[in-house]
């Protein structure tokens, strides 16, 4: 599965990453923003480097094409009689990048070759721009090592070259933002090239604390660079396969794969515990709701164990009174501003327990559990059953919209109908849980439908009913609890909500409306997502599926086979208009991914499983003559389904590697 493009390479971007470093750089080669580089969480080393053969620069002037697979890249240049091909790769468990360059004579003569690499260091803080820090640099064993109070970078090749020792500083502005860089000096070597005949040359770039560190990063990176690339390659296989997906159409397909590549590349391993960044390049941190909502896709594609670490993750930075964080920064640092990432943990809790049978894991955690259900009814101080928040604590992070937002109390209602259930296998009671949550569920239609409009209202303040139009309406639909889900479809699938390029935050009516606006009226891929949702949901599968093709016509519009945060929804503009500043969103967001798995298995295929008692409820929301073949996880059993739908009658056949017998139950709405 790879992606091939031959022009407009200087608009796309792309990621590689592992569980300890990215690489962020434009398909041209060009390292444009300050964002570029290679990145070691949130800390940056290397700001960019840059080959030069026979005294020509491998540029976007001489690279004429690019290619994509789910663990690398390569550029590819002509260069008078010289073809060559630069490889890359982020090894999973070390924070370095390989590059592997193939030098190719295409001509009838033997050429010399020249061959210069220029590289320049930038070890910063993900929040820093411009620093007066010194570097020093220095050989060892034919090795290059730059050194800072931040940490070091160490490269080298095979075959070895020389370092001409000539450094100096240099301040450039990559997307408007003052940078300062250090250059070591010229890295070269040279050889002869027979006529019709290719040299391979291998550059590994590695960081760490110190030099020690990083030096010891590139030895073992070189003993074992085989079996580092096979063994990434087949773990990047063994996911695919295990979260296969095949269906009638090869867009959907092609959608789903890259959905779960890219979650994978977001997946990372910290000295605070494992989790998911929640974007890249710049939300490179564990965000409480961003991680809660991509938790269940990870459970869809039968990542368990790193559904469950994720939890975990979330939990031991639980405050004393329940919440979960808002953000867990890589320092350590978090801070807990956000009514969602709450009840949105004990719904992805509920997700891996039903779907892993892990019952051992609910009772290791069930005190963070009951202290997340305990802040829930903190939220509550009038005791009217809903949940309250300050004016930027929702997901809308930029708009005051306190202090009862319509989606946080579908999270609620949600939260404390599933935490029932959780209760129920702990104690084997959650009767006034349950109860609990119909009593608000059955007060909110009354208090958040707007009669007027056929929509909901965005959020109900001290002393008044917010009668804007947003997105927000869409979060009841898909948690089922909207009892006018129709109606509120008909105005999102209108122009007011969805454009060509997706589905806006708020209304084009509303006066604050902004095509460009970060939340007053972009398009957003998990919201276009969450709407595909709630059209499958609501057996309107044509129209679910025009949303998700919506999406895989966006696949590369900035980063290369990635879904990013959000754009202009009229024109596909990635710079958007945020409260101080102008700039794209991010180019490969994780919920954006996330939904689009979700969208599949648990609304397209309207899958429910309990693996704690072998059930599996299917209410597939199919168009007549659509073939779907899925293989799913359940607890330690893999499971491939068939499921069509010939007119009105729908034929599902399953085969289990464990050949265990599950008990089929295709829901009545079907």
């Not at 209760?423 to 349950?434: C, P, Q, S, T, Y």
Request: overall charge neutral; some cysteine.
């Amino acid at each position: 599965m790879s992606i091939i493009l031959a022009k407009e390479l200087s608009q796309h971007s792309y990621i590689l990453s592992g569980k300890k470093s990215f690489f962020y750089r434009y398909c041209d080669t060009g390292f444009k923003t300050k964002w570029t580089g290679l990145w070691q969480g949130s800390k940056k080393f290397l700001e960019y480097f840059a080959f030069k053969i026979n005294d020509k620069w491998l540029s976007p002037s001489s690279c004429h094409a690019f290619e994509l697979s789910e663990i690398d890249a390569s550029h590819h240049f002509s260069v008078d009689n010289l073809n060559i091909k630069e490889f890359l790769l982020v090894p999973e468990f070390f924070p370095s990048l390989i590059c592997l360059l193939s030098v190719q004579n295409s001509s009838n003569e033997q050429e010399k070759v020249k061959l210069e690499l220029e590289v320049a260091a930038n070890i910063r803080e993900r929040e820093e721009n411009w620093h007066d820090r010194e570097y020093e640099a220095k050989t060892r064993e034919k090795k290059v090592i730059i050194n800072s109070p931040k940490g070091s970078i160490v490269f080298g090749s095979s075959p070895p070259g020389d370092l001409l020792l000539k450094q100096y500083y240099k301040d450039h502005h990559p997307s408007g933002e003052e940078q300062r860089c250090f250059i070591p000096g010229i890295y070269s070597l040279g050889f002869a090239l027979e006529p019709r005949s290719t040299k391979e040359v291998l550059f590994i770039f590695s960081l760490g604390k110190d030099e020690n560190e990083a030096f010891s990063n590139l030895e073992k990176i070189k003993s074992s660079i085989f079996s580092m690339f096979l063994e990434k390659e087949r773990s990047y296989q063994k996911l695919l396969f295990n979260s296969r997906l095949e269906t009638s159409m090869n867009e959907i397909n092609e959608l789903f794969k890259w959905s779960v590549v890219d979650l994978e590349k977001l997946s990372f391993d910290s000295e605070l515990g494992y989790g998911y960044f929640a974007g890249f390049p710049w939300f490179t941190q564990f965000w409480g709701r961003d991680l809660a909502w991509t938790i269940p896709a990870v459970v869809d594609i039968g990542n368990f164990e790193a559904a469950r670490n994720s939890l975990k993750t979330l939990a031991k930075f639980q405050s004393n009174e329940g919440e979960i964080p808002n953000v867990v920064y890589l320092s350590g640092h978090r801070d807990y501003e956000s009514i969602d990432a709450t009840p949105l943990w004990i719904i992805a809790l509920y997700h891996y327990l039903i779907n892993s049978g892990d019952v051992s894991f609910l009772k290791e955690i069930k005190e963070n559990f009951f202290k997340a259900l305990d802040w829930l009814k903190q939220k509550d101080s009038d005791k009217d059953g809903f949940i309250e928040h300050g004016d930027r604590e929702t997901w809308m992070d930029t708009l005051d919209r306190g202090i009862k937002a319509v989606e946080a109390q579908a999270f609620l209602i949600t939260a404390l109908k599933l935490g029932a259930s959780l209760v129920k296998i702990l104690w084997n009671n959650g009767r006034e849980i349950k109860e609990e949550a119909a009593r608000i569920e059955q007060k909110f239609e009354k208090e958040f439908w707007n009669k007027e409009d056929n929509f909901y209202f965005d959020r109900i303040s001290l002393n008044s009913r917010d009668k804007t139009k947003t997105i927000n309406s869409i979060f009841p639909l898909i948690l089922g609890i909207s009892q006018n889900p129709k109606k509120v479809l008909e105005r999102i699938e209108s122009e007011e909500f969805t454009s060509q390029f997706g589905v806006r935050a708020i209304s084009k009516n509303e006066l604050k409306y902004d095509p460009a606006g970060y939340h007053t009226g972009s398009a957003w891929g998990w919201l276009t997502a969450l709407v595909a949702c709630a059209e499958f949901k609501n057996k309107r599968p044509e129209r679910g599926l025009e949303y998700l093709k919506i999406l895989y016509n966006n696949l590369n519009q900035n980063c290369v086979g990635a879904i990013g945060e959000a754009w202009n929804s009229e024109n596909n503009d990635v710079m958007l208009s945020k409260e101080f500043c102008q700039e794209p969103g991010a180019c490969l967001q994780a919920w954006s991914s996330a939904l689009i798995v979700r969208c599949i298995d648990e609304f397209m295929l309207g899958m429910r499983i309990n693996a704690l008692n072998g059930t599996i409820t299917l209410s597939p929301s199919l168009p007549s003559g659509f073939r779907v073949i899925r293989r799913k996880r359940i607890g330690n059993d893999f499971v491939d389904f068939l499921i069509q739908r010939i007119g009105s009658k729908l034929n599902v056949k399953y085969n289990s590697e464990n050949q265990r017998e599950y008990r089929i139950v295709l829901s009545p709405n079907f």
